[in-house]
């Protein structure tokens, strides 16, 4: 008698690392994770999930589709999704996002920007200024 086994291989998740006692100053681009538990300046965009773990340390612009961050941030953050500030996270900058969770340790001072508001301010439409054609409608009225 044969036994089969059927394998199913699941996706591989790669995750982009910048380790401890790393530091890096540039910018990253990937398709994928990010982890930061080192020092990075400069500039990360990610289509996935940025994590800034507790010896973490971001200077700069981070642009992503979810953020969690347990160590430090400090300049400006694009979410498209959830951004996650937890325990004892460090934020300064400005957070640009619609879905913010914040823990109660947590020091930010800053600015947070909700696109969908920005975005229909953006989108009403401004008045035109009235403009009189003729210069006699402009003159104050003699007596």
Do not use: W
């Not at 380790?19 to 990360?44: A, F, M, P, W």
């Not at 700069?60 to 300049?75: H, L, M, P, T, Y």
């Not at 694009?78 to 325990?87: I, M, W």
């Amino acid at each position: 008698m044969s036994i089969e086994k059927k394998i199913e291989l699941s996706p591989t998740n790669n995750v982009t690392r910048v380790c401890s006692n790393t530091k890096i100053v540039g910018n990253i681009t990937t398709q994928h994770d990010i982890r930061i538990d080192g020092y990075l300046e400069g500039k990360v965009i990610t289509e996935g999930k940025l994590v800034i773990g507790e010896t973490g340390k971001c200077v700069g612009e981070a642009e992503c589709q979810s953020v969690d961050i347990s160590g430090s941030f400090d300049g400006i953050l694009k979410v498209t999704e959830l951004a996650s500030l937890r325990d004892k996270c460090i934020f300064k900058g400005e957070i640009h996002s619609d879905q913010l969770s914040i823990e109660p340790s947590v020091r930010i001072s800053g600015q947070l920007i909700s696109p969908e508001l920005s975005d229909s301010k953006a989108k009403k439409p401004i008045p035109a200024p009235v403009i009189n054609e003729s210069p006699e409608a402009a003159l104050p009225e003699r007596k």
